[in-house]
Structure formats: C-alpha cells, structure tokens
Nanobody
Framework: QVQLVESGGGLVQPGGSLRLSCAAS???????MAWYRQPPGKQRELVAS???????NYVDSVKGRFTISRDNPENTVVLQMNSLKPEDTAVYYC???????????????WGKGILVTVSS
C-alpha cells in the first residue's frame, strides 16, 4: 500500500519561504508526482507536477515563485515556495501515481495534507 507523508508546512510572513517535502513508501514504481492545494472555502487545485522524466507543470499563480523537484531513488518530492503571498494560504496535498508491486495497478495516492499559512 502506497503511503505518503508530508512535512514542512507552517506559518510564514508574506515574502517568506517554505519547503514542503513528501516521502512515498510502499511503492516500487512512481509516475508523476504533484502538489495540490485547497484554500479555505475553495476547491482543490493543482499547484505543480513533475513527471518521472523531469517535465514540470505549474499553475500560473505560482510560476517563478515555486519549484517542484523529486528524488527518484528516495521516492520524495519537494515543493520550494518562495515569495509567499497570503493567497498561498491553503492545505497542501502530495499526490503520487504509483504501484506497490509489479502485479498491482497504478494507484493515485494522496497525503493527508499539510497547512501553510501566509500571514503577518
């Protein structure tokens, strides 16, 4: 069973930085890895994604400020967030498409979410 554990959230002032990490376990093959977020009272949205080959995609609102990276041998994905704004406040979720075993189908897995609050 694929499990995802997120870390690195918290409270930061506008203009500050945070680094979110997500470690995947129970997985032998990983496809795309991504970060989503859900601001208070709003729908969940894709923030950034990265394929196993290194191709990235970002929502327009974070381009130039956020960077997604992954360590394939360690099965981790990181979201470096710089120049944070109050509108970045949200619960951030790690998302991974992976397989727990060669006999398993590809499964879309989610972390429990981690709160990021940008406020002075």
């Amino acid at each position: 069973q694929v499990q995802l554990v997120e870390s690195g959230g918290g409270l930061v002032q506008p203009g500050g930085s945070l680094r979110l990490s997500c470690a995947a376990s129970g997985v032998i093959l990983i496809g795309p890895m991504a970060w989503y977020r859900q601001p208070p009272g709003k729908q969940r949205e894709l923030v950034a994604s990265m394929t196993s080959g290194g191709n990235t995609n970002y929502v327009d609102s974070v381009k130039g400020r956020f960077t997604i990276s992954r360590d394939n041998p360690e099965n981790t994905v990181v979201l470096q967030m710089n120049s944070l704004k109050p509108e970045d406040t949200a619960v951030y979720y790690c998302n991974v498409l992976g397989r727990g075993a060669l006999s398993d189908p590809w499964t879309n897995s989610w972390g429990k979410g981690i709160l990021v609050t940008v406020s002075s």
